[in-house]
């Protein structure tokens, strides 16, 4: 519980509120109900697991070899999983028994994205209460009984919300405030939109800020003036009020091709970062809804993999960098994962690719290969323990496309995805071992 120290108070009811059974020996299992989960931080509050990998990783429970096509990640609640992809032209979002890897039901969302980088559905579904929220490829945004799979209402962020479909489609996951699902269509109509969960009919539009649809998702944040909610758009950073769409704030942002990574949110601090040579920036909010930068450099320039906030350090993958902590407050670069050209050429090296967080380790896996990498979160440097090679592997990838899907850990399980093939690997400690000694 070491982690809860780390967040903030939206956070601690958020991660409270997700678990779902508390074992003897100190366990702690908790739900990953949407993109990033709880916080939309790509952090697992879980505790018992394993520390180290044996050789070869850790052992797979169970492989499902027809999720489609697309790169969409899981939501899971209580031992249901929740995914998108396109089987034979359609995209679906598809119901699974997480302790089975069994498909429950699989309910349409819309024609298939079509793309050199992949086809499908990009974004993570979102479980709110009895329904699940998605946001297919081409921008269609359905809401669906979680039981049964029944669509419950479906709106198009083209047709309805007047939006426009970016180069490689819509990648954004729903968020659920209170009632309210907001969501990124972009256009002249208002790039935000906030629609009512339960009937899909629009409450408001951010209609002084038409800026397109890029790949970010939206994150909560915590503010003294009331609810707020960061995105970044491809031409600025802004926080808004999630329930009557008010523009809090603005800052621009010099977007370069794809603006992908969901900002970090802590206190009064949002912190962004883009790929493409634009780097990372630290704006501190104050009360009256001024922004201040605190710093701006290239130190981090993540692509898409996601960086991650564990105490005062921030991890992640930096283009032309490679994987390295940053300090929070200051920006400044702590580690870099260094290896010699022999170890490069022997394959050791952990190229580009997406992270997690849970129990003291960074989950890393790599875009290429579909290496898998478990380290230490220590700002004292890159130190593993345990490594495995995904497989096998699809034959459904496009010559342009990677192993994109973020790693997912629940219930003391590990998720991957590669296309059409979601894995899943047991990665709890036996109560009580040496194991599961250590951690935050």
């Not at 208002?190 to 002084?208: F, H, P, S, V, Y």
């Not at 004292?380 to 592997?393: N, V």
Request: charged fraction near 20%; hydrophobic fraction near 35%.
């Amino acid at each position: 519980m070491e982690l809860i120290k780390f967040l903030p108070a939206r956070a601690v009811l958020a991660t409270v509120s997700a678990i779902v059974s508390m074992a003897i020996g100190g366990q702690l299992r908790a739900d990953w109900p949407q993109w990033r989960g709880p916080n939309r931080d790509d952090i697992s509050a879980e505790t018992g697991l394993l520390q180290s990998w044996p050789e070869g990783g850790p052992r797979r429970v169970w492989l499902f070899k027809n999720c489609g096509v697309g790169y969409s990640g899981p939501a899971i609640v209580k031992n249901r999983l929740y995914i998108m992809g396109a089987r034979d032209g359609q995209e679906l979002l598809l119901a699974i028994d997480a302790a089975k890897g069994t498909e429950l039901w699989a309910s349409p969302i819309g024609d298939m994205l079509e793309n050199n980088w992949g086809d499908g559905p990009r974004g993570t579904p979102t479980v709110d209460g009895d329904f699940v929220y998605a946001i297919g490829g081409q921008g269609n945004l359905v809401c669906i009984h979680a039981a049964d799979g029944k669509l419950a209402w479906k709106k198009s962020f083209v047709d309805d919300l007047g939006g426009k479909t970016p180069m490689w489609g819509f990648a954004e996951s729903p968020y659920v405030h209170g009632d309210v699902v907001v969501c990124t269509p972009g256009g002249d109509q208002g790039a935000l939109a906030g629609l009512n969960k339960k009937t899909g009919d629009i409450l408001w539009r951010t209609n002084e800020i038409d800026s397109g649809a890029h790949y970010a998702s939206i994150v909560a944040a915590r503010r003294s003036y009331g609810p707020e909610c960061v995105q970044l758009l491809p031409d600025q950073l802004i926080g808004f009020n999630p329930e009557t769409g008010e523009v809090h704030w603005s800052e621009g942002w010099p977007g370069q091709v794809a603006v992908v990574p969901t900002p970090i949110t802590r206190g009064d601090f949002v912190y962004a970062t883009t790929g493409y040579g634009v780097g990372c920036k630290l704006f501190k909010i104050g009360d009256d809804r001024s922004v201040n930068t605190v710093f701006e450099n290239k130190v981090m320039k993540n692509h898409h993999g996601g960086v991650i906030l564990v105490g005062d350090h921030l991890y992640g993958y930096s283009d032309d960098q490679g994987w390295m902590c940053q300090e929070f407050l200051t920006g400044k670069r702590l580690w870099r994962e260094e290896r010699d050209e022999a170890e490069k050429e022997a394959g050791e090296s952990l190229g580009k690719g997406a992270i997690a967080y849970a129990h003291g380790r960074l989950y890393c896996l790599g875009e290429d290969d579909g290496q898998v990498v478990l380290i230490e979160a220590s700002p004292k440097g890159w130190k593993e323990h345990g490594r495995f090679t995904l497989a096998p592997q699809t034959t459904l990838r496009k010559p342009s496309g990677r192993i994109w899907t973020h790693p997912v850990i629940c219930d003391g399980r590990l998720y991957l995805r590669d296309q059409d093939m979601l894995f899943c690997y047991d990665v709890s400690a036996p109560r009580g071992s040496a194991n599961d000694a250590g951690g935050d």
